[in-house]
């Protein structure tokens, strides 16, 4: 069960067309759990729906938090909400922050954002630059407008180490295949933006070579999956007796939830995994984003948010 913390907006920011940033203190005071960049919150609107935000400030602060929050036309609310209904000293409530998006030990890093996908490169660059490691980040916007963080990015690792490139300035078009032409053991790729940019980068990557080991990513929506159908089947709770039946296009979460059965959940998309659920017979049909090609093969837990059975009865425990 998610444990939340309460806390104030004690700023507020347009940081770009569609962008703004909030900074985040304890009510209670105090510190808020220490995180690593790549790491995202649970955010929980008055409305009672939660969404997940990459963590953009400082790795090392930890008296306050700050996310970046494109506001999407075409998203589920929530970003709508922190745009238009949420202003300083207003209350929210959070999880502790999470790591699906984690650094690697490398020797070097490569860094591509697209987009809001700025925000936990950002966090992963000023963490690079303290450290003194070595990296290179490429920033892609729609518009130098939309370019949220950029001279925070500038100033704080160098600008000598940041591309950008905007869509409407074709002579600043993006060559990604010559920058990951020569992948090597010690370098690292990491990525995160909408799902065409993330996938052209990732996709110019495993052609030229470049190890699955070596390319992490995170995801900000899920993207559509090839299900094996949308047939009815039946859950069985281990050690309960409890049955029970999951319609055709009714996700398994909501009839395990209708059933009485509480199961974490944040994004349910298959995204952050907040809902992995053991499984101990039976055969899903993952239809997530978040498990791994070699844990999907188990076959031993699934992501009921999203993803169905491939046999006519699963058996979760709980």
């Given at each position: 069960?998610?444990?939340?913390?309460?806390?104030?907006?004690?700023?507020?920011?347009?940081?770009?067309?569609?962008?703004?940033?909030?900074?985040?203190?304890?009510?209670?005071?105090?510190?808020?759990?220490?995180?690593?960049?790549?790491?995202?919150?649970?955010?929980?609107?008055?409305?009672?729906i939660?969404?997940?935000?990459?963590?953009?400030?400082?790795?090392?602060?930890?008296?306050?938090?700050q996310l970046?929050?494109l506001?999407?036309?075409?998203?589920?609310?929530?970003?709508?909400?922190?745009?238009?209904?949420?202003?300083q000293?207003?209350?929210?409530?959070?999880?502790?922050?999470?790591?699906?998006?984690?650094?690697a030990?490398?020797?070097?890093?490569?860094?591509?954002a697209?987009?809001?996908?700025?925000?936990?490169?950002?966090?992963?660059?000023?963490?690079?630059?303290?450290?003194?490691a070595?990296?290179?980040?490429?920033?892609c916007?729609?518009?130098?407008?939309?370019?949220?963080?950029?001279?925070?990015?500038?100033?704080?690792?160098?600008?000598?180490?940041?591309?950008?490139?905007f869509?409407?300035?074709?002579?600043?078009?993006?060559?990604?295949?010559?920058?990951?032409?020569?992948?090597?053991?010690?370098?690292?790729?990491?990525?995160?933006?909408?799902?065409?940019?993330?996938?052209h980068?990732?996709?110019?990557?495993?052609?030229?070579?470049?190890?699955?080991?070596?390319?992490?990513?995170?995801?900000?929506s899920?993207?559509?999956?090839?299900?094996?159908?949308?047939e009815?089947?039946?859950?069985?709770?281990?050690?309960?007796?409890?049955?029970?039946?999951?319609?055709?296009?009714?996700?398994?979460?909501?009839?395990?939830?209708?059933?009485?059965?509480?199961?974490?959940?944040?994004?349910?998309?298959?995204?952050c995994?907040?809902?992995?659920?053991?499984?101990?017979?039976?055969?899903?049909?993952?239809?997530?984003?978040?498990?791994?090609d070699?844990?999907?093969?188990?076959?031993?837990?699934?992501?009921?948010?999203?993803?169905?059975?491939?046999?006519?009865?699963?058996?979760?425990?709980?």
């Amino acid at each position: 069960m998610t444990e939340w913390i309460k806390v104030r907006i004690t700023d507020r920011q347009v940081e770009a067309e569609g962008i703004v940033s909030f900074a985040l203190e304890p009510v209670a005071g105090g510190d808020l759990p220490r995180w690593q960049a790549g790491a995202h919150i649970d955010v929980r609107l008055p409305s009672g729906i939660v969404r997940q935000y990459s963590l953009c400030g400082p790795a090392e602060d930890t008296r306050s938090y700050q996310l970046g929050v494109l506001k999407e036309a075409a998203g589920r609310g929530g970003s709508e909400y922190l745009h238009s209904s949420l202003r300083q000293v207003d209350t929210l409530e959070i999880s502790a922050p999470r790591n699906l998006f984690a650094m690697a030990a490398q020797d070097r890093a490569i860094l591509f954002a697209g987009g809001i996908g700025v925000t936990p490169i950002m966090a992963m660059a000023e963490r690079l630059a303290l450290t003194g490691a070595e990296f290179e980040v490429h920033y892609c916007t729609r518009s130098q407008t939309r370019a949220a963080f950029r001279d925070r990015l500038e100033n704080a690792v160098g600008a000598g180490r940041i591309s950008c490139y905007f869509d409407d300035q074709p002579g600043l078009a993006l060559d990604a295949a010559s920058i990951l032409d020569r992948p090597e053991p010690g370098t690292h790729l990491y990525v995160c933006g909408p799902d065409g940019f993330m996938n052209h980068i990732l996709d110019t990557a495993r052609k030229a070579g470049w190890s699955p080991s070596n390319m992490h990513f995170e995801r900000f929506s899920a993207t559509p999956a090839q299900p094996g159908g949308d047939e009815p089947f039946t859950i069985v709770v281990e050690g309960t007796g409890q049955i029970i039946e999951v319609a055709a296009g009714q996700p398994a979460l909501q009839a395990l939830e209708d059933a009485g059965i509480d199961i974490p959940k944040s994004c349910e998309q298959g995204i952050c995994g907040t809902c992995l659920t053991d499984i101990v017979e039976g055969i899903p049909d993952h239809q997530d984003m978040f498990l791994s090609d070699a844990e999907k093969a188990a076959n031993d837990c699934f992501t009921p948010c999203c993803s169905r059975a491939l046999t006519p009865r699963l058996t979760i425990r709980i």
